[in-house]
């Protein structure tokens, strides 16, 4: 379980400084995929199955197709090294420790995570998975947000048609 | 007994790689690496959300509000993906570029 | 006619024809002239009535604000009414006579509505039962005084004396008003009756003699005295019958007639008492010094009248009620014989075509011979000789001070008693001796009566109202007697007679037919420079002041209160837009600073 | 019939605005206000109960836990006199303006510029909430602007128009939160003037002495700066003399009493230790104004510029009064915004003639005018005497009244207002100085070469001069005439003033 | 009318508009707008119409707001803002028509001009949802629902590089704060353990609750929550946006999208400032927060010479006053005297909306026939036309608080609320901000009236519409009546 978790936390993370740090767009978005995959497996290791499977599905499988699809459209070429990277890279990275710093300040502080996993009931039969009582409360209870997003999606849709329709040149 | 996984764990992976996800975008000079690295931060806080939705049980069940709010937060990225990369699309027909130090025609 | 009307019509009678003449009047200059004469006449004899009538006038309020109340009222005794008969009087022969000196002058409507306006004035001040109302008609006097000062204001020597005249009575006017107040703050009242009674309570002392000094610079001012005498002789830049009534026989006297309606204040503040003795000694002799070597005609009068106010002025700081009297007497009759020689002067003047040198003049007693006559009566009444008004008024002022231990003032008044017959003859000398000296001297020729009468009415006076018939109607009690003469005999007289005696015999040996001044005394013809010094110290401590003030204004107060703080917010969103690159980048680097920060500061 | 005499200039601006023949309707408009405005001294009565006369009321805000703002107007002595003065100016204001078709540029935006100017003051003078009577104060700021920037005399219009607008805004921006300090320091219930000083005068209810100097701290500032207390004065030469005559005419006339009202009105009143507590302070400052400025006056080498001088100096008189803050001391001192709104009106209207017609009044560059013009030299001569402070026009009463004011209350000993006056009379001679001067180099002496000559003044030009000065005449022989009112106004407001 | 009827009319219009859009041939797609317009009229009469439910037990009224006469006077902010944006978009249309990509030669002439049409629908609803949300799920879809109809329209003119630019900038910053946005979310809820405001109250209130998480996530929301209404230092998008953007949709991230911001920073931000122990430090971030905004917004639009950015500077420097208000609000354990924040927020933003659209509607009718934003571009215009500067005019007073206008009351109504809250530090930079801001409004006053117009340039009478021009003296009125009677606003939702 333990060991589990500091696999999957490390590929996660691995997977983003990967992002972060390959000068091809393309190798920046293979990481991404790498760092979504052990992020999905954190989540079924937190027992959210569906998120988890979403997780890969909606971004590691489509969200990251279209990035990779529109950076060999564009044919995006690696980035040119930076004149004077040292000050602005440093300075940033700076931002990003810090803020990591920062986190695991409030975490210690703020003692909100110092509990073990808990126990979760034992539930069985129809309705008692995940993917169903998420789905129930969807278009149950959350009907109203779902047609919100309708109109966000249709929104969306409309922006990028109107944004990319062909142009003669 | 092995030293348990504590919700501190989760938090502080999700705390890392939200700094993971702001260090891209303040390094990148590549407009969709950067839209890459905002998607990271999100799923970042998705991961916090699902660790406090577990941690904190209703009725012995994970609380799923948090896993809906996670939902929305995925179709909504994605949404603002495909608008995102038709904006930046139709930047680079306009000027053959998508690095971001070239996009400062107005400043001041 | 009771008194109330007369009083009220005295005052307002003036102020209506001035007004009239101003609204409408003015474009017949004939009318307004007449007018304006007929007024004076009627104003007279106003006076002349009241003279003779008891009671009193009512007091118009003014302004009242809470325990502050001002009148416009009237204080009818025996000094204002005396006072009364001399403004009017000679303000109607002064009338009189300008209807031929002015007789051609464009700007004749303009003069007899200042004419008239003095005449309101004038009346004011000596009606006055207030200290506040007194400054009103003080500054009204003045504003009139600067209008016909001024009055051929087309030429630069005239508008500067103007501006002179009123500025230096202005720097009077402001110690002046000081006194008032302070006065007012001291007994509480501001009328001479209440301030009369109050006095006689204990009161703090040094403020008291601050504040009867302090009420004596408007006296300084108006009387000019020294230091403020320059504006006096410049003033002669005016009409002659101006000279004669505003600043020889009235105006002049106002600040006189002012120490002597407050003389129970002097009297309570003796230290105020000597300083005002010794202002006007040393005024009578400075100025008589300076009409030593004078060549023009106006001038020479103007610093006689000067050196006769200090003598008046030096009566009044003898602080006693009858010092004080003494000091009215000698302007009464001051205002007689001066009138007639400035209105003389103003006849040789119009004779000889506006010349005023008296070395240009010369043996003008030929062509002349009634102006000569009233000229040489006034001369005789100013120079003391004996059984003229003037012996009577000066003897009694030399008398009192001596009775009062005034040493050092008294020693100083003989002097004058030397110089003034000196320099009145060899003005007669010079001007109506001899052979003429200018073709304007020869072509000469006698006035006319409307000129000639004021003087011989003029002359007879300044012979006569010495006596008890004339002076009765003045002064509580006339002087003018043998039998005064007798009962005081003594060394002021002798000295007196002997002064005479010397200066006169001393200018007829020196410039008996002289064609130029033998004497040749710069530091007197220069005045002491005291001119110059004052055009010094308005030049530095105002002008200098001033124009580096204006500057200090544009460049250092501005900048500092205003432009400073405007350039610098400017300079600051310079400043902040340096930060706005256009480049999202920073902005997210910006961004993500400031959340560290936020959240540094809220959870540390 | 307030409310009618404050909107009625803006209503006629308004109406200029949709196409009404400009100079009859800002006449006709200014005229009727003058005749109402008379028409409601006839009606004050001088023995009523209570702050304000022919009040009127319009809630406009009425929310929970915020005191209600609301429209209402009411005249007291003090107002009144300033309404006639306003109303007076107005008139005078727009009979000077120039015909319709001599406007280069919009004679509507001129005509209802000046409508609104006025208006603004009238409003302010008439409001008894606080609100409005801010507001109706700003109402003035940007027709000032545009018209000084638009219709401006010389090379520096706009930049004028810029520093008075900026300097009086923020100006205002001072004063606002000095008002609002005070009403949230009365318990923030009301913003109507009575009520508020009626909460002040309870020693339970009213501010506590230390916040007291705050506020009146900053209302100062903010007061001051609208009358150019000195420091805060380096507004107002330049843009008097850059100004169109109106303009000129109806600001420092006019506009700027507002400030000084506003410290009798509310200051005094409301932070009666505060007022004590600074006095020494206003009095350097308004030393600072009469004698500093009046040196500074004397240096100035126009007319236009020595006249917007001479109107910063006189405030420090007004002043003078305020801090007396006795009954003579703030009677005087209202008498003497009037008299100094009448008479530089009169001064500035004559300059501007001469400016019109000369085509400069630099003093080096003219001389002996009366000569010439007669007329004109006889009416300036009037204004300057008046402006002099002499006797027979109301400047000569209303400085006594202040001066007797500041003096009182001393025992055996000179205290600091005592010196002050002592020191602020030598400013009288100050002004005698640069008033005869001017007088001097521009009407009297020989007639400078280069001068054109126009022809004198017409009758129709006269008509508003001589209304102004009848009303200074009037007022200095009789100043009851407005006494009358000013009295139990200043008696209504002083029981809270210590002494 | 049930209450949720609106919101649900403005998609059908907007669905509509898309579908004529696409299925009707017509000669001139400017009638779309003007069916948007009519609609949206028909709606704004509607909010008055509005009744409220009696139970509201339902799961609906767990996403939606009830009984609050605020949601109602913020819905009625999106829909007026709509309106006028629509108004300047018909007036804008040639610019659109010419930026946008040419169409082949058998489409129509105004190819893709439906959409500019439709979408500010979209965004308005959208709004309108905002407006009523009391849930952080129904916040964050509707949020992003008006976010990204804004990428998209910022960034609509497709051959125009800077709007292009400007469209990136947004999406980049705009897609970081929402990033923020979530993870505060996600610790919001990790804490409270519920989406519901009213259950976050609950929780923030209590006594044990967790201090340091909670303001964690105050910070993070906050953050993100700044970045929209344009708080310093997260408005460096806002000038830059501003410039880029079409200039109508600027008018509609100005009015609508700060409105709708702030209404939901005052929902977000309340169960904060209502718990004791959280309220030092979220008042003194807040604190610094409008310190900052204050002094950039107003400092840095001085320099300003390009119109549009010196509007989106106001806007940051008006963000700044708002910020004050709500940086002042009054503990809870103290009685609350005086005006609420929210009150004076809501005023201030119904005044912001009259004088900011007013502002834009001119620009945009001058933006139409000139070439230039330049504010030297405006020389002489008073001369060339009179009216349309007379309402630059009003609104430039307005803004710049000039009393007897809706702007004045507002800063009197902020400045009140410091000086009880004795916010000194605020209010003297506040006051710093109100003075400058009287020059950098006045400076376009000065152009028109002040300066003599460029040699080279026309002297023709810029062209407007009587409808433009009706609604122009109609906003002008608004604000004139708005400043002395405020009672106009305030009772709408008091």
Excluded at chain 3, 116 to 140: C, H, K, Q, R, Y
Excluded at chain 3, 415 to 434: C, D, E, K, Q, S
Aim: hydrophobic content about 60%; glycine content about 8%; overall charge neutral.
């Amino acid at each position: 379980m333990t060991f589990l978790f500091y696999i999957f936390a490390a590929l996660a993370l691995i997977g983003g400084i990967g992002v972060v740090v390959n000068r091809n767009p393309v190798s920046a978005a293979f990481a991404m995929i790498v760092s979504f995959l052990g992020l999905a497996a954190l989540f079924i290791q937190l027992d959210a199955y569906l998120v988890g499977i979403l997780q890969i599905l909606v971004y590691a499988g489509a969200i990251m197709v279209l990035f990779v699809f529109i950076i060999m459209l564009l044919d995006v070429e690696e980035e040119e090294k930076r004149r004077f990277p040292i000050i602005g890279i440093t300075s940033s990275f700076g931002v990003a420790i810090a803020f990591t710093l920062l986190v695991s300040v409030i975490l210690k502080r703020s003692e909100i995570g110092a509990k073990p996993l808990p126990k979760l009931a034992e539930v069985s039969g129809p309705g008692s998975s995940d993917v169903h009582r998420i789905g129930e409360m969807l278009f149950s209870q959350y009907w109203f947000p779902i047609q919100i997003v309708g109109v966000l999606l249709l929104v969306a849709t409309v922006g990028v048609i109107v944004l990319s329709k062909k142009e003669l040149r | 007994m092995e030293s348990a996984i504590t919700l501190n764990h989760f938090l502080l992976v999700s705390g890392i790689l939200f700094a993971i996800g702001l260090a891209g975008v303040l390094v990148r000079r590549n407009l969709i690496v950067i839209f890459m690295c905002l998607e990271l931060m999100l799923a970042a806080a998705n991961l916090t959300l699902v660790a406090f939705s577990r941690f904190n049980p209703v009725d012995g069940q994970p609380n799923y509000e948090g896993h809906v709010l996670l939902f929305f937060i995925i179709t909504v990225a994605a949404a603002e993906v495909a608008v995102g990369l038709a904006i930046i699309v139709a930047l680079f027909r306009s000027r053959e570029t998508t690095d971001v130090t070239k996009i400062n025609s107005m400043k001041y | 006619m009771d008194v109330n009307t007369l009083a009220w019509t005295v005052l307002l009678l003036p102020l209506f024809v001035a007004v009239s003449i101003v609204v409408g009047l003015k474009r017949w200059s004939g009318l307004s002239s007449l007018v304006s004469t007929g007024s004076a006449l009627i104003t007279l004899i106003c006076c002349a009535l009241m003279a003779g009538a008891e009671g009193d006038a009512k007091a118009f309020p003014w302004i009242e604000l809470g325990t502050f109340r001002v009148d416009i009222g009237f204080q009818l005794d025996h000094l204002s009414k005396g006072m009364m008969l001399i403004v009017t009087s000679i303000g109607f022969l002064v009338h009189l006579f300008s209807l031929a000196y002015m007789k051609d002058d464009n700007g004749k409507s303009r003069y007899f509505a200042g004419l008239s306006l003095f005449m309101f004035s004038m009346t004011g001040i000596v009606l006055a039962d207030n200290f506040v109302m007194m400054f009103i008609f003080w500054e009204l006097v003045g504003v009139s005084s600067y209008i016909l000062i001024g009055h051929w204001f087309h030429k630069e020597s005239a508008a500067d004396a103007a501006k002179k005249a009123f500025l230096t009575n202005k720097i009077g006017d402001f110690g002046f008003m000081i006194g008032i107040l302070m006065v007012w703050i001291l007994t509480g009242s501001i009328y001479f009756e209440e301030i009369k009674e109050a006095v006689g309570g204990g009161l703090n002392m040094t403020l008291l003699n601050i504040a009867v000094l302090l009420v004596f610079c408007g006296a300084i001012g108006k009387s000019a005295q020294l230091p403020l005498h320059v504006w006096l002789p410049d003033a002669m830049e005016g009409p002659t019958p101006v000279s004669a009534l505003i600043h020889a026989a009235t105006m002049v006297a106002a600040g006189v007639f002012m120490l002597a309606r407050v003389v129970f204040l002097i009297e309570a503040a003796e230290m105020a008492a000597q300083v005002i003795a010794w202002i006007g000694a040393v005024t009578a002799l400075v100025a008589a010094l300076m009409a030593l070597q004078q060549n023009d005609i106006k001038r020479i009068l103007a610093y006689s009248t000067l050196s006769q106010l200090g003598y008046m002025v030096m009566a009044q700081g003898i602080g006693t009620p009858e010092g004080s009297d003494a000091g009215m007497f000698h302007l009464y009759t001051h205002a007689f014989f001066k009138a007639l020689l400035f209105l003389g002067s103003g006849a040789v003047i119009y004779a000889c075509h506006h010349e005023q040198d008296i070395w240009k003049m010369g043996g003008l007693r030929k062509k002349m011979p009634i102006t000569f006559w009233t000229f040489a009566l006034g001369t005789a009444a100013l120079i003391a000789v004996p059984f003229t008004s003037g012996f009577w008024s000066k003897e009694l002022i030399l008398e009192e001070a001596l009775h009062e231990g005034m040493h050092g003032p008294y020693v100083l008044a003989i002097i004058v008693a030397f110089l003034t017959p000196f320099y009145m003859t060899r003005l007669v000398i010079v001007a109506f001796f001899g052979k003429n000296r200018s073709d304007n001297a020869d072509h000469a020729k006698e006035v006319g009566p409307i000129m000639w009468v004021p003087l011989a009415i003029l002359a007879f006076m300044a012979i006569f109202s010495a006596y008890k018939p004339i002076s009765g109607l003045l002064l509580a009690n006339g002087y003018g007697s043998f039998g005064h003469l007798v009962e005081h005999f003594g060394l002021t007289a002798i000295l007196s007679i002997i002064a005479l005696i010397v200066g006169v015999a001393g200018a007829i040996f020196f410039y008996k037919g002289k064609d130029s001044d033998p004497i040749n005394i710069p530091i007197f013809a220069n005045r002491f420079k005291i001119d110059e010094f004052y055009i010094v110290l308005v030049r530095v401590f105002q002008d200098a002041v001033a124009a580096f003030l204006d500057i200090a204004d544009r460049f250092i107060v501005d900048p500092i209160v205003a432009r400073f703080p405007a350039l610098s917010a400017m300079a600051a969103g310079q400043f902040l837009r340096v930060f706005q690159v256009g480049n999202v980048q920073a902005y997210a680097y910006f961004f993500g600073v400031a959340v560290l920060a936020l959240i540094f500061y809220l959870i540390l | 019939m307030l409310e009618i005499i404050v909107f009625l200039p803006i209503l006629a601006a308004l109406a200029i605005g949709l196409g009404a023949p400009a100079r009859f309707t800002a006449l006709g408009a200014a005229v009727i206000t003058l005749i109402l405005s008379l028409v409601a001294a006839i009606q004050f009565e001088s023995n009523v109960e209570g702050m304000f006369q022919m009040g009127s009321d319009r809630p406009l805000l009425v929310m929970d836990g915020f005191p209600t703002l609301s429209l209402s107007f009411g005249v007291d002595g003090i107002s009144l006199v300033l309404l006639l003065l306003s109303t007076l100016v107005l008139v005078a204001a727009v009979l000077v303006s120039p015909q319709e078709s001599e406007i280069k540029g919009s004679s509507k935006l001129y005509y209802s510029s000046l409508l609104l100017i006025g208006g603004g003051a009238i409003g302010a003078f008439l409001s008894t909430d606080l609100f409005f009577l801010y507001a109706f104060h700003e109402l003035a700021l940007i027709p000032t602007f545009l018209m000084i920037g638009i219709f401006g005399k010389g090379e520096d219009r706009v930049k004028t128009a810029w520093t008075i607008t900026i300097y009086l805004g923020v100006g205002s921006l001072i004063l606002l939160v000095g008002l609002i300090m005070a009403v949230v320091g009365l318990g923030g219930t009301t913003f109507q003037i009575a009520e508020l000083i009626a909460i002040a005068e309870d020693p339970e209810s009213g501010i506590a002495a230390g916040d007291q100097t705050w506020i009146y701290l900053l209302l100062l500032i903010g007061f001051g700066i609208l009358v150019s207390l000195f420091p805060f004065h380096s507004w107002a030469a330049p843009a008097y003399s850059q100004a169109p005559t109106p303009v000129a005419m109806l600001h420092a006339g006019v506009l700027k009493k507002f400030g000084l009202y506003g410290l009798i009105r509310i200051a005094l009143p409301i932070l009666p230790a505060g007022a004590e507590s600074l006095a020494n302070v206003v009095l350097i400052l308004l030393l600072g104004n009469i004698i500093y400025l009046g040196l500074v006056t004397i240096a100035q080498k126009s007319l236009d510029r020595m006249l917007g001088y001479s109107s910063v100096m006189h405030m420090g008189y007004v002043f003078l009064g305020i801090v007396a803050a006795n009954s003579i001391g703030v009677s005087g001192a209202v008498l003497l915004m009037f008299a100094h709104g009448v008479s530089i009106a009169l001064l500035f209207a004559l300059c501007g003639w001469m400016r019109d017609h000369f085509g400069t009044v630099k003093f080096e560059e003219l001389g002996g005018i009366a000569s010439k013009l007669p007329k004109l030299g006889l009416l300036f001569g009037f204004a300057a005497f008046a402006a002099a402070g002499l006797p027979g026009f109301a400047n000569f009463a209303a400085e006594v009244a202040v001066f007797f004011g500041a003096f009182s209350g001393m025992g055996d000993q000179l205290g600091w207002i005592q010196w002050t006056t002592i020191i602020a009379l030598w400013g009288v001679v100050i002004s005698a100085v640069y008033m005869l001067r001017a007088y001097r180099n521009l009407f009297m002496g020989p007639v400078a070469p280069k001068m054109e000559i126009p022809t004198d003044l017409s009758w129709s030009t006269r008509l508003p001069l001589l209304l102004l000065l009848a009303a200074l005449v009037a007022v200095g022989f009789v100043p009851e005439l407005l006494n009358q009112f000013i009295r139990p106004g200043v008696d209504g407001l002083l029981p809270a003033v210590a002494g | 009318m049930p209450v949720y009827f609106l919101e649900i009319i403005v998609v059908a219009l907007g669905l509509v508009m898309l579908m004529i859009d696409a299925f009707v041939k017509l000669e001139d797609k400017r009638s779309i707008a003007w069916l948007g317009m009519i609609g949206l009229a028909v709606v704004f009469g509607l909010l008055f119409a509005v009744k409220w439910p009696e139970s509201t037990d339902g799961v609906f009224w767990q996403f939606y707001e009830s009984g609050d006469s605020f949601s109602l006077y913020f819905k009625g902010i999106a829909i007026v803002a709509t309106f006028l944006v629509l108004l300047m978009a018909t007036i804008y249309t040639p610019i659109v028509v010419a930026q946008t990509a040419r169409p082949e030669k058998d489409a129509h002439p105004q190819s893709g001009l439906g959409e500019f049409f439709a979408l500010p629908m979209f965004a308005c609803a959208g709004l309108m949802w905002m407006a009523s949300a009391n849930n952080l799920v129904s916040i964050f879809v509707s949020l992003e629902t008006v976010t990204i109809s804004f990428y998209i329209m910022v960034a609509y003119l497709r051959r125009n590089v800077g709007s292009l630019e400007a469209g990136v900038k947004y999406l980049i910053l705009g897609a970081l704060s929402t990033a923020f946005l979530v993870y505060g979310f996600a610790w919001l809820f990790g804490i409270t353990g519920t989406m519901q405001l009213d259950g976050i109250k609950e929780a923030l209130t209590s006594s044990d609750v967790n201090v340091t998480a909670a303001l964690f996530a105050f910070a993070l929301i906050l953050v993100s929550l700044a970045f929209k209404v344009g708080g310093a230092p997260f408005h460096f998008w806002i000038p830059d946006v501003y410039q880029g953007a079409p200039t109508p949709i600027t008018a509609f991230l100005s009015v609508g999208s700060k409105a709708a911001g702030f209404l939901v920073l005052l929902r977000l931000i309340s169960p904060f400032l209502a718990s004791d122990a959280l309220v030092g430090k979220v008042t003194v971030v807040l604190g610094a927060i409008a310190f900052l905004t204050l002094l950039i917004g107003n400092l840095a639009a001085l320099p300003q010479k390009n119109f549009k950015r010196l509007l989106a500077y106001s806007s940051v420097a008006h963000a700044g006053f708002l910020l004050m208000a709500l940086a002042c609000t009054p503990r809870a354990s103290e009685t609350a005297a005086g005006t609420s924040p929210a009150q004076v927020i809501a005023f201030y933003l119904g005044a912001y909306l009259l004088m900011t659209l007013l502002a834009f509607l001119v620009v945009t009718v001058i933006r139409s026939q000139m070439v230039s934003e330049e504010v030297d571009a405006f020389r002489g215009l008073a001369k060339r036309s009179p009216f349309l500067s007379l309402a630059l005019l009003f609104a430039m007073a307005s803004l710049a608080g000039i009393p007897l206008t809706a702007g004045f009351v507002g800063k009197f109504l902020v400045f009140k609320l410091a000086i009880e809250q004795e916010q000194w530090f605020l209010l003297v930079v506040g006051l710093i901000g109100a003075a400058a801001g009287f020059y950098y409004y006045l400076k376009i006053a000065a152009s028109m009236y002040l300066a003599t117009p460029a040699k080279d340039a026309s002297t023709e009478p810029l062209q407007a519409t009587m409808l433009t021009k009706t609604i122009m003296v109609i906003l002008m009125v608004a604000i004139i009546v708005a400043g002395i009677a405020p009672n106009v606003i305030m009772g709408l939702f008091s």
